[in-house]
């Protein structure tokens, strides 16, 4: 079990920086918005929207804003039982993973950060089991490369596909027309690939909009529900729940306390 002692938003800081020194936890990070520079045991590593970040502990680091502004990113610092059972390759080396599911990843963060900042009973107990999903996803990204060139191409077309159309309803036919194989056969490959249908991925694109419509742009329940092109506004708060673990009305109340 890991011993979580922090999550950290770091939301579009100037002047953000950190001065050189070994890490006292090991860190699990999320680029969200915007870029970075970190110095990692000397060697320069420019991080980007959608990097996922791995830092061992005791890791020599320093970093800063890009030149270009700031940057938002979400940040767990844990002690893992030795040796790290961690779902990774090699837990003392540092991991970066470009992830291909970063707005799933982006939800997941947003989520543990409000569980630790809202200090609700057993909070400490989800985000530690949030943070170690997250780190089994980063080793599943980390061993894509056991999957064919023709699967990973089959689901990042398709992952383009789902973004330019998640206000649609989804029809599992139209994809598979569209990427030319047997709706049996893209679900099945999704699952494989990703961990989640198609239809899954929908759901986190959509619950992940709404949380910024509903936080960000001041919307209401009712006009990001048809937005995001759900049935109805009962629909929306049961899948918005069952994403979250809280309904959308919860975020109207910490609009004032929580953007993420």
Same mark, same amino acid.
């Given at each position: 079990m890991l011993d979580l002692h922090a999550v950290v938003l770091d939301d579009m800081v100037l002047g953000w920086r950190k001065d050189e020194a070994?890490?006292?936890?090991?860190?699990?990070l999320l680029v969200a918005r915007g870029q970075l520079t970190y110095r990692l045991n000397g060697?320069?590593?420019?991080?980007?929207?959608?990097?996922?970040?791995?830092?061992?502990?005791g890791t020599l680091r320093s970093a800063s804003n890009d030149p270009q502004g700031p940057h938002q990113k979400y940040s767990a610092h844990f002690l893992a039982p030795a040796p790290p059972a961690l779902p !990774? $390759?090699?837990?003392? @080396? &540092?991991?970066?993973?470009?992830?291909?599911?970063?707005?799933?990843l982006h939800? *997941?963060?947003?989520?543990?950060?409000?569980?630790?900042?809202?200090? !609700? $009973?057993?909070?400490? @107990? &989800?985000?530690?089991?949030?943070?170690?999903e997250?780190?089994?996803?980063?080793? *599943?990204?980390l061993e894509m490369d056991r999957y064919s060139a023709a699967k990973r191409r089959l689901v990042e077309a398709a992952q383009a596909y789902l973004i330019a159309?998640?206000?649609?309803?989804?029809?599992l036919d139209e994809l598979a027309r569209h990427l030319?194989?047997?709706?049996?056969?893209?679900?099945?490959?999704?699952?494989?690939?990703?961990g989640m249908t198609p239809t899954a991925y929908v759901h986190h694109l959509r619950i992940q909009a709404a949380r910024d419509l509903i936080l960000t742009a001041g919307k209401t329940i009712g006009e990001t529900s048809d937005?995001?092109?759900?049935?109805?506004?009962?629909?929306?708060?049961?899948?918005?729940?069952?994403?979250?673990?809280?309904?959308?009305?919860?975020?109207?109340?910490?609009?004032?306390?929580?953007?993420?």
């Open positions: 070994p890490t006292e936890h090991s860190i699990l060697a320069e590593l420019a991080l980007h929207k959608g990097d996922l970040l791995y830092i061992p502990q !990774l $390759p090699d837990p003392a @080396a &540092i991991w970066l993973v470009r992830a291909r599911n970063s707005d799933y939800q *997941r963060f947003a989520l543990i950060a409000q569980h630790w900042y809202g200090r !609700l $009973p057993h909070a400490r @107990a &989800i985000c530690t089991g949030g943070v170690i997250l780190l089994g996803l980063m080793g *599943r990204e159309r998640y206000r649609e309803p989804l029809r030319q194989r047997s709706p049996n056969y893209v679900t099945q490959t999704y699952r494989e690939v990703t937005y995001l092109g759900f049935s109805d506004q009962a629909h929306f708060n049961r899948v918005f729940k069952k994403q979250m673990g809280y309904p959308p009305s919860a975020l109207l109340r910490g609009r004032s306390h929580f953007d993420a």
